[in-house]
């Protein structure tokens, strides 16, 4: 049996703490006494006297250096989405400054600051290429050029580097996030299209699946790492595939939770090779015109090829045991 060492009471600092996991994590380590501060450019949405917002870019060292003052454990949520390979200049460095050069920041003001154990939101991504389905932490990482993956494998890299006497480490890697609150990514756009009357895209057959991970089992294998992230532990520098245990297509999962709430949803299919074409364009006018894209490769890839992983090591190692796609999407429900 792996020790733990409780998170009960400490203070911690939650970047990227106004996004949609920060929220939902900051909660529950408001429930176990914790002391919170949130680094991140808006304040977070919590009005609660053990919780203390650093308003300040994530690529701001003498912010990040205040907000770690007294910080015995720190979730690093914070990280920007830009799944395109072509990406212009001024937008390929800024992603780049926080989601790599930040981590890098942090990794090293954190210890020196006296930060015992630092848990990564990393993601599936970094594992992704097209005969990944159903592999474990045991795969390679990805050499897929879109700017999303390509940063997010620098930023682990660098975690699971850092592990060491002095301050414990641990990344975690979960699929598309849903549940209770999502408002960017996955849900959230696809009812604001079909409010505007737009059907539901399906690319492809509609036969690939991927995998999805419920808000509250992220949040649950957050301080579950934390806990095990004891010297000998073997989560100590190790990073997990963290999902609901359930991959589906897209857009059976779209659908359902869809039809779940209410809505009946029209369906458009676009044959795979339409997709592609789609994306390329797309992507080319957003390195051309700054135009975001309206599909992009990356997007293409996980809607056609199976990316799906293996859960067991987190089982084992941090006793994650997620409840399953379908009672998250039922608890998302009243929320849509």
């Known amino acids: 049996m792996i020790s733990t060492r409780s998170i009960e009471g400490e203070r911690c600092l939650v970047t990227g703490g106004a996004g949609f996991l920060g929220q939902n994590l900051i909660r529950a380590l408001l429930e176990r006494g914790c002391e919170v501060r949130v680094l991140d450019r808006v304040p977070a949405p919590i009005d609660h006297p053990k919780v203390q917002s650093v308003t300040a870019d994530l690529v701001d060292k003498r912010a990040m250096r205040d907000a770690?003052?007294?910080?015995?454990?720190?979730?690093?949520?914070?990280?920007?989405?830009?799944?395109?390979?072509?990406?212009?200049?001024?937008?390929?460095?800024?992603?780049?400054?926080?989601?790599?050069?930040?981590?890098?920041?942090?990794?090293?003001?954190?210890?020196?600051?006296?930060?015992?154990?630092?848990?990564?939101?990393?993601?599936?991504?970094?594992?992704?290429?097209?005969?990944?389905?159903?592999?474990?932490?045991?795969?390679?990482?990805?050499?897929?050029?879109?700017?999303?993956?390509?940063?997010?494998?620098?930023?682990?890299?660098?975690?699971?580097?850092?592990?060491?006497?002095?301050?414990?480490?641990?990344?975690l890697r979960p699929g598309g996030i849903y549940g209770p609150g999502e408002r960017g990514q996955l849900l959230a756009p696809a009812i604001r299209m079909m409010r505007g009357g737009e059907p539901l895209t399906i690319l492809g057959d509609g036969l690939s699946r991927l995998d999805y991970t419920f808000i509250g089992n992220l949040v649950d294998a957050h301080l579950r790492a934390a806990e095990r992230l004891v010297h000998g532990s073997p989560v100590a520098g190790a990073a997990y595939f963290v999902m609901d245990g359930q991959p589906m297509n897209h857009g059976e999962f779209m659908r359902r939770q869809l039809e779940a709430a209410g809505a009946v949803p029209r369906i458009r299919h676009i044959p795979a090779k339409v997709a592609w074409a789609l994306a390329e364009l797309s992507e080319q006018a957003h390195l051309r015109f700054g135009r975001k894209p309206v599909l992009t490769r990356a997007q293409c890839r996980t809607c056609l090829y199976d990316f799906y992983f293996n859960i067991d090591a987190a089982r084992r190692d941090l006793g994650y045991v997620p409840i399953s796609t379908d009672e998250g999407m039922q608890r998302t429900v009243p929320y849509i």
Request: hydrophobic share 45%; charged share 25%; glycine share 4%.
């Open 68 to 171: 770690l003052e007294g910080v015995k454990i720190v979730f690093h949520t914070a990280a920007m989405i830009e799944l395109s390979e072509l990406v212009p200049r001024a937008l390929r460095k800024r992603v780049h400054a926080v989601n790599v050069e930040a981590t890098v920041n942090l990794l090293s003001l954190a210890e020196q600051a006296g930060v015992e154990r630092f848990v990564h939101t990393s993601s599936a991504a970094v594992a992704l290429e097209k005969d990944c389905a159903g592999g474990d932490e045991s795969l390679p990482y990805s050499t897929l050029p879109d700017l999303y993956t390509v940063t997010k494998v620098a930023a682990e890299q660098r975690v699971r580097a850092q592990n060491g006497e002095r301050m414990l480490t641990v990344s």
